[in-house]
């Protein structure tokens, strides 16, 4: 399906991209496109299994937003042995207490309220299902805090999913210095894909879910081309004889978009990588596309240039 929802309030028609960044050279390892209304964690670990692929190494630990932080996600890529860091999705309950104020022991099967009453009566849904804790309706009827922790008129119930020991595995790992570290580095995915908006995938060229992968991998290639062409200028400039004139002419930018500072040949070698990026697209997919859009009243320009507008993403 086409149609997606980002928030209770924005819509989008299109795709989703899911992207996998190696954290310490920001270098795309990894590219999916997801159908518009399907959940950004759908795919995590195929997308795990392409970046190891890409990269030729082993993952050690995937780092994901909020959204990979669902039990079924965590149950996964623990059935693999893999480490996954992300946040556990927040539990509300209006104006009344959250899930998070109970005291939840698994190995003695019982909760603790925040008034200080215990429960242990569970109620299973069936076997590798979810359940939850029941209070004793007297306890809750006479509980001074009743108002802040039942709106109904029943007693409060706690539900337990599945994967509620992984969930609670992954609180406490994140409240460490090495979870916070993990969740504060997340961000390097964030400038992956701010370099695939600007390259132009914001909207989609073709129809279809095959092009427009192959057009979201066109985009990461241009982008890691890009990144590791301006490393090499920034490890080779000290180097150089900045006094010589030949020298000052080579690293004096010439076209620099949004002020970046690149020098003559890295903008004539991203130039370079960006046309031909753009020329394949047009020779390989341009006849399809155009008689697909032809049919809709859609026009596309002949050329594409990466300032064009995008195809939304997400991660």
Request: net charge positive; with cysteine.
């Given at each position: 399906m086409r149609h997606g929802r980002k928030s209770a309030s924005k819509t989008f028609n299109g795709h989703k991209t899911a992207v996998a960044?190696?954290?310490?050279?920001?270098?795309?390892?990894?590219?999916?496109?997801?159908?518009?209304?399907?959940?950004?964690?759908?795919?995590?670990?195929?997308?795990?299994?392409?970046?190891?692929?890409?990269?030729?190494?082993q993952v050690e630990e995937t780092v994901g937003d909020c959204a990979y932080g669902g039990g079924p996600t965590r149950k996964a890529f623990a059935d693999e042995q893999r480490l996954l860091t992300a946040k556990v999705p927040a539990s509300h309950n209006g104006d009344c207490f959250p899930k998070t104020a109970f005291a939840i022991d698994l190995d003695r099967m019982e909760v603790r309220c925040p008034a200080g009453q215990i429960t242990t009566t569970y109620k299973s849904s069936g076997q590798n299902r979810a359940g939850h804790f029941v209070f004793a309706d007297a306890t809750c009827q006479?509980?001074?805090?009743?108002?802040?922790?039942?709106?109904?008129?029943?007693?409060?119930?706690?539900?337990?999913?599945?994967?509620?020991?992984?969930?609670?595995?992954?609180?406490?790992?994140?409240?460490?210095?090495?979870?916070?570290?993990?969740?504060?580095?997340?961000?390097?995915?964030?400038?992956?894909?701010?370099?695939?908006?600007?390259?132009?995938?914001?909207?989609?060229?073709?129809?279809?879910?095959?092009?427009?992968?192959?057009?979201?991998?066109?985009?990461?290639?241009?982008?890691?081309?890009?990144l590791v062409v301006g490393f090499c200028h920034r490890e080779q400039k000290p180097a150089m004889n900045t006094s010589d004139p030949v020298v000052q002419a080579l690293l004096t930018p010439t076209y620099a978009p949004n002020g970046a500072q690149n020098g003559f040949l890295a903008v004539l070698w991203t130039s370079w990588i960006r046309d031909s990026y753009f020329l394949l697209q047009h020779t390989v997919f341009g006849l399809p596309g155009m008689a697909a859009c032809s049919s809709t009243d859609f026009s596309y320009p002949r050329f594409f240039r990466p300032e064009t507008g995008g195809f939304w993403t997400d991660f």
């Amino acid at each position: 399906m086409r149609h997606g929802r980002k928030s209770a309030s924005k819509t989008f028609n299109g795709h989703k991209t899911a992207v996998a960044v190696d954290m310490e050279s920001q270098l795309i390892c990894g590219v999916e496109v997801l159908a518009g209304n399907a959940g950004d964690q759908q795919q995590a670990l195929e997308l795990v299994h392409q970046a190891e692929r890409v990269m030729e190494a082993q993952v050690e630990e995937t780092v994901g937003d909020c959204a990979y932080g669902g039990g079924p996600t965590r149950k996964a890529f623990a059935d693999e042995q893999r480490l996954l860091t992300a946040k556990v999705p927040a539990s509300h309950n209006g104006d009344c207490f959250p899930k998070t104020a109970f005291a939840i022991d698994l190995d003695r099967m019982e909760v603790r309220c925040p008034a200080g009453q215990i429960t242990t009566t569970y109620k299973s849904s069936g076997q590798n299902r979810a359940g939850h804790f029941v209070f004793a309706d007297a306890t809750c009827q006479a509980c001074p805090l009743r108002s802040q922790c039942v709106g109904g008129q029943g007693p409060r119930s706690i539900n337990i999913q599945h994967e509620e020991r992984l969930q609670q595995q992954a609180r406490s790992y994140n409240q460490t210095e090495v979870g916070k570290k993990s969740l504060r580095e997340r961000v390097v995915v964030e400038h992956g894909i701010a370099r695939l908006v600007r390259l132009g995938i914001r909207q989609s060229r073709y129809f279809g879910k095959t092009k427009t992968r192959f057009q979201v991998i066109m985009a990461a290639v241009v982008a890691n081309m890009s990144l590791v062409v301006g490393f090499c200028h920034r490890e080779q400039k000290p180097a150089m004889n900045t006094s010589d004139p030949v020298v000052q002419a080579l690293l004096t930018p010439t076209y620099a978009p949004n002020g970046a500072q690149n020098g003559f040949l890295a903008v004539l070698w991203t130039s370079w990588i960006r046309d031909s990026y753009f020329l394949l697209q047009h020779t390989v997919f341009g006849l399809p596309g155009m008689a697909a859009c032809s049919s809709t009243d859609f026009s596309y320009p002949r050329f594409f240039r990466p300032e064009t507008g995008g195809f939304w993403t997400d991660f």
